[in-house]
């Protein structure tokens, strides 16, 4: 069941999934911290709030959800079943095997391109775009961007956590932005 209050987790909920939040120094460079989500996956309860909060995240109704490779398809499909939604995944350059779109963008430590199926929406559709971290924002932008492309509304974009200090948010001032946990 989809939570009906506030979608951001709070109190005892926030820290039972803040404490599973795994810090990786000088990972995949140095000078990075990586948020590692796995223990948070690997707990069953701290799990299940995390995708309830991401589904209540969104402005209903919602057509298709858009999980961003990689950790965003594991968060983004129950919230796509929550939802009784479709799921599009958003994949890094190569990986879809049909006719696709694709966006370049910059990383805090490089520069990447996401693509989607040419035909993974269609116009007039809602969508949820999910991820788990939200960094310096060129993912999500360049997500959102394609979607757009499509002539896709996108909604809502839920993240399940936001580093504030890289100032992601500032490249999605356009959307509907919930980042569940926000950590300086």
């Known amino acids: 069941m989809i939570p009906t209050d506030d979608a951001r987790i709070e109190g005892k909920a926030v820290q039972q999934i803040i404490d599973r939040v795994r810090q990786i120094p000088d990972y995949p460079q140095p000078g990075v911290i990586f948020k590692d989500i796995t223990p948070v996956l690997a707990d069953a309860a701290a ?3 995390l995708i309830d909060q991401l589904a209540a995240a969104a402005i209903q109704p919602i057509d298709i ?3 961003v490779e990689a950790r965003g398809f594991i968060l983004g499909a129950p919230v796509a079943r929550l939802l009784n939604a479709g799921f599009v995944p958003v994949r890094k350059a190569g990986k879809l095997p049909h006719e696709t779109i694709s966006r370049d ?3 805090e430590y490089g520069s990447a391109t996401v693509e989607v ?3 993974a929406v269609k116009a007039g559709d809602r969508v949820l775009v999910v991820d788990d971290v939200l960094a310096t924002g060129g993912t999500a ?3 959102c961007d394609l979607l757009s492309s ?3 509304e996108v909604v809502t974009v839920a993240m399940m956590l936001e580093i504030e200090a890289l100032a992601g948010s500032k490249q999605l001032t356009d959307y509907d932005l919930v980042s569940l946990i926000i950590d300086g």
């Open 47 to 49: 799990f299940a709030v």
């Open 65 to 67: 959800v858009v999980g």
């Open 105 to 107: 963008y910059d990383l």
């Open 117 to 119: 199926h040419a035909d």
């Open 141 to 143: 932008r360049a997500t």
């Open 150 to 152: 499509l002539g896709a």
